[in-house]
């Protein structure tokens, strides 16, 4: 199994890659929260999930602007913005809002990449667009965009181990050795996902990794 510490320490240290040029033409959001206690829990999938792609890229997610951690690349031909709001989730919408309207990027080409319960561990559903579905990371970007028309990548993280389990207490616990097995090849195929969404191919990408 790959170590995901050994992961993070790797991306940590890697040297950042060319320097993209022209304007951001889209924003790859990660939610989470931030700081090394929440790492390794559900509810930072989607900054695992950016973290990985990163490394692929051979680039760095530590700038600090937009009340997040931020990153460039180009994604087929185009200027990626990767953003790791620091806000912790309840507020992720602050730095999604004040990247779009910065870089003047529309709401199509937001792709947002978090967590999901209803989703068994390593599920993958992308979609063009669609309600929070209780998520409150989701639900303030919802709130702060006013458009519900932003590409997402929901990653399964599993459902409560039963119905009278806290929500707040399993989405901030940490994933098992058996979890991340599972999520390994998620987490290094969310480049290629990335790419593909990027580059107008939504549908495909839809196609080839929708899954429980």
């Known amino acids: 199994m790959i170590d995901i510490f050994a992961q993070l320490e790797k991306l940590k240290k890697k040297p950042a890659g060319s320097a993209p040029t022209g304007p951001v033409e889209f924003l790859v959001v990660g939610l989470g929260n931030p700081g090394g206690k929440y790492e390794i829990t559900r509810h930072n999938a989607g900054f695992l999930a950016v973290d990985r792609c990163a490394e692929k890229l051979g680039v760095k997610i530590d700038r600090i602007k937009f009340k997040s951690l931020c990153g460039e690349a180009m994604i087929a031909g185009r200027r990626v913005l990767f953003l790791k709001p620091s806000t912790f989730m309840n507020n992720s919408g602050e730095a999604v809002r004040d990247a779009a309207q910065f870089h003047k990027v529309p709401s199509d080409r937001i792709l947002v ?17 669609g309600s929070d579905g209780g998520h409150n990371g989701i639900k303030s970007i919802l709130y702060l965009l006013g458009r519900d028309d932003f590409p997402r990548i929901k990653i399964g993280v599993g459902k409560k181990p039963h119905p009278d389990y806290d929500l707040a207490d399993w989405v901030l616990s940490r994933f098992t050795s058996k979890d991340l097995e599972v999520l ?22 839809m196609n080839l990794y929708n899954h429980n």
């Open 184 to 205: 390994n090849p998620v987490f290094d195929n969310t480049l290629d996902m990335v790419t593909k969404i990027v580059s107008g191919q939504i549908d495909q990408a």
């Open 113 to 129: 990449i978090y967590d999901d319960i209803s989703l068994d561990v390593g599920g993958v559903r992308i979609r063009r667009k």
